[in-house]
């Protein structure tokens, strides 16, 4: 019995490091991207109040449409890990171009979404009129640059599928790099120049306009782009791409491999989409609310989104992980790398919570200087400390399910317990339409996301463990388990 644990215990250490290997670069992407978002609110939210509210309640809509693309373009990450893994590697190439067919038309009807779509929103959900017409004008900005960041993570499915995770960390960076400064410029103007500068500014930058809500759209666009040129860069230059010789000839969209890419993406960008729209439907649900509650509970989900990058990432690495051992053909060996990411994703869960505990404080003066926001986000902040091993478990579980190709069961389970159990119990919860209950306000679905989130991770861990013991009975034990 000893000797099995440490065989059992060697076998773990070994994989562990594997998984940490492609999730770490991938965590520092994720926190790049995030890092624009910060740096979205933060300078916001030193404009104006308004100007923060529209930037938060126009990234509740544009995230969750940028999010299904990505979602639907990481179908071709399993299906990158598996060829991979099964030595096919002249078979890669074909996928990726439809895959930048699919990035192409994504991107073009994203951005018409957000020009002439978000007003009946607005309207539907009492966002105020100043707000509205202020976060139409950020969104129209930001609709420039989906096609450019569809483009992008469809690159970036490739190269994680080809187990190359650090590319996508220098390019956020440059991204994040880009997206800072002309996020100052665009958003303060002139005045903040000045206020950096000093008064010995020329004249014409002192002058520059201060835009805004509407100047952070335009940096978003802009840092969506660099980061898509960088990346089409990279994949023609970068030797350890050569042999895939992805530029060489081109592929006109094919019927039979769009369809297994959208078969295997579509559930992934609806479940994702499902997982975003609670958080994007509570946060318009909350704008009437007032400002100071869409502030507060912006900034608190803002600063725990930081935090899930590392189970995300850990996910994200997972399906990678898994599709190449089913490809190389060993589903018991599979089974045993999805059991050990769920194990380091729940130790990542509680380092989570040990963080925001330690850090909320300090973390929330940064974003506002407004007590009364300060004070609701923390609060906000500790209840959230309550779903970090929900959150964590139940995404990387779907991580690992993604490896598989299982991805239809994702969309179902999140369905069932983002808009059912999450956003209902939280509706109910925060209007009192819950016997004997008072209503909770922006508390109420706080405590509907804890539901939600973890009726999610149980059915999911049910179906892997179902979907995987199935791989493992069909499939004859080879030399690789």
Not at 20 to 42: F, N, T, Y
Not at 177 to 200: E, H
Not at 235 to 248: E, G, N
Not at 352 to 363: C, I, K, M, S, Y
Request: aromatic share 8%; with cysteine.
């Amino acid at each position: 019995m000893t000797e099995t644990w440490r065989r059992h215990w060697r076998e773990s250490r070994r994989e562990t490091r594997d998984l940490l290997r492609l999730a770490l670069p991938i965590c520092g992407a994720q926190l790049a991207q995030s890092g624009m978002s910060v740096a979205d609110v933060i300078m916001a939210g030193r404009a104006s109040a308004r100007d923060l509210a529209a930037v938060s309640v126009g990234s509740s809509l544009w995230l969750p449409l940028m999010l299904f693309m990505t979602g639907t373009l990481m179908g071709l990450t399993p299906i990158v890990a598996q060829l991979l893994g099964a030595r096919r590697d002249t078979a890669i190439r074909p996928f990726v171009h439809q895959a930048l067919w699919l990035a192409l038309l994504l991107g073009g009807l994203a951005a018409v979404l957000l020009v002439w779509g978000v007003a009946p929103v607005f309207r539907l959900m009492a966002v105020p009129g100043p707000v509205a017409e202020l976060s139409g004008d950020y969104l129209a900005m930001v609709a420039l640059g989906m096609p450019g960041v569809a483009i992008y993570q469809a690159l970036r499915a490739f190269s994680d599928g080809m187990n190359h995770t650090r590319p996508t960390l220098w390019i956020s960076l440059v991204g994040l790099a880009a997206n800072i400064p002309c996020n100052y410029l665009l958003i303060y103007g002139g005045d903040g120049l000045v206020a950096l500068f000093g008064d010995a500014l020329p004249a014409p930058l002192a002058t520059l306009p201060a835009l805004g809500a509407q100047g952070c759209g335009i940096a978003t666009a802009i840092a969506m782009w660099v980061m898509c040129l960088t990346m089409i860069g990279f994949t023609r230059r970068s030797k350890v791409f050569a042999p895939i010789q992805l530029w060489l000839t081109w592929h006109r969209p094919q019927r039979e491999q769009l369809a297994e890419l959208l078969h295997v993406g579509i559930p992934i960008g609806v479940a994702i989409f499902v997982e975003v729209t609670l958080f994007t439907l509570i946060a318009l649900l909350i704008a009437s609310f007032g400002e100071i509650t869409v502030a507060a509970h912006q900034v608190a989900l803002n600063y725990t989104s930081i935090l899930f990058m590392l189970p995300l990432s850990l996910a994200m690495a997972l399906t990678v992980r898994v599709g190449n051992t089913l490809g190389g053909g060993a589903p018991r060996r599979a089974r045993f790398v999805a059991a050990n990411g769920a194990l380091v994703g729940l130790l990542v869960a509680l380092l989570n919570d040990l963080l925001l505990w330690l850090t909320a404080g300090p973390v929330v003066a940064l974003y506002t200087p407004n007590p009364a926001v300060q004070e609701l986000a923390l609060s906000l902040i500790y209840l959230a400390l309550l779903y970090q091993v929900s959150d964590s478990l139940q995404v990387t579980l779907a991580g690992a399910l993604r490896g598989y190709k299982d991805t239809r069961i994702i969309m179902a389970i999140t369905l069932i317990s983002y808009w059912l159990a999450g956003l209902g119990s939280g509706y109910l919860l925060a209007g009192g339409h819950w016997p004997g209950i008072p209503a909770l306000g922006v508390y109420g679905y706080w405590i509907g996301m804890i539901a939600g989130l973890s009726v999610a991770a149980v059915l999911l861990g049910w179906r892997l463990w179902r979907i995987s013991r199935e791989w493992c009975h069909d499939a004859p034990a080879m030399a690789g388990d």
